[in-house]
T-cell receptor, first 111, second 115 residues
Framework: KQEVTQIPAALSVPEGENLVLNCSFT??????LQWFRQDPGKGLTSLLL?????REQTSGRLNASLDKSSGRSTLYIAASQPGDSATYLC??????????FGPGTRLSVLP | DAGVIQSPRHEVTEMGQEVTLRCKPI?????LFWYRQTMMRGLELLIY????????DSGMPEDRFSAKMPNASFSTLKIQPSEPRDSAVYFC?????????????FGSGTQLSVL
């Protein structure tokens, strides 16, 4: 059974810092990995999707990498801003479209 | 595009009552997912449909839960009878689906409180 973990559970940084969020999964037979953002009281917004054949994806200040063999992904946020404060979740899908989510990392960017 | 639309946003009910949650996926998306989020268990997949057909309902907790998708633009999740442990945020999500290399789009969720 696929299990997804995320480290750290919470992170607080001053504005402008670059930061890395980590995601680990136990079964490397994944179809893709997605990083999501969740604001309090809201649904999830997909930020980046990495297919299993890819190594990384970039969108603006966000860069996500995938190392399938080691079961790891990282989300890099450059020049963090207070508006980046949210919970970030990663999810992996198997070939059956079963998305398994991690518990999330709660990020606070202090002005 | 209006995005995934869920109703109601909040539902407060008493134990034993029937609860129906509703979802309208994004037009053109043919995969629809129901998730439940709690502090203790995080985000759990309950069931998903592809082309209106239930594909995997192994996450449905028990017989009190049922889900339907009568057409491509509407789905319901019903709990009967409801219990306090069903209190959670229930999310509906959709994707273009088929192959799972498509982003998931989530609705704003229904906050369910069973007293």
């Amino acid at each position: 059974k696929q299990e997804v973990t995320q480290i750290p559970a919470a992170l607080s940084v001053p504005e402008g810092e670059n930061l890395v969020l980590n995601c680990s999964f136990t079964d490397s037979a994944i179809y893709n990995l997605q990083w999501f953002r969740q604001d309090p009281g809201k649904g999830l917004t997909s930020l980046l999707l990495i297919q299993s054949s890819q190594r990384e994806q970039t969108s603006g200040r966000l860069n996500a990498s995938l190392d399938k063999s080691s079961g790891r992904s990282t989300l890099y946020i450059a020049a963090s801003q207070p508006g980046d404060s949210a919970t970030y979740l990663c999810a992996v899908s198997d070939y059956g479209q079963n998305f398994v989510f991690g518990p999330g990392t709660r990020l606070s960017v202090l002005p | 595009d209006a995005g995934v639309i869920q109703s109601p946003r909040h539902e407060v009910t008493e134990m034993g009552q029937e609860v129906t949650l509703r979802c309208k996926p994004i037009s053109g998306h043919n995969s629809l997912f129901w998730y439940r989020q709690t502090m203790m268990r995080g985000l759990e997949l309950l069931i998903y449909f592809n082309n209106n057909v239930p594909i995997d309902d192994s996450g449905m907790p028990e017989d009190r839960f049922s889900a339907k998708m009568p057409n491509a633009s509407f789905s319901t999740l019903k709990i009967q009878p409801s219990e306090p442990r069903d209190s959670a945020v229930y999310f509906c999500a959709s994707s273009k689906g088929g192959a799972s290399n498509e982003k998931l789009f989530f609705g704003s969720g229904t906050q369910l409180s069973v007293l």
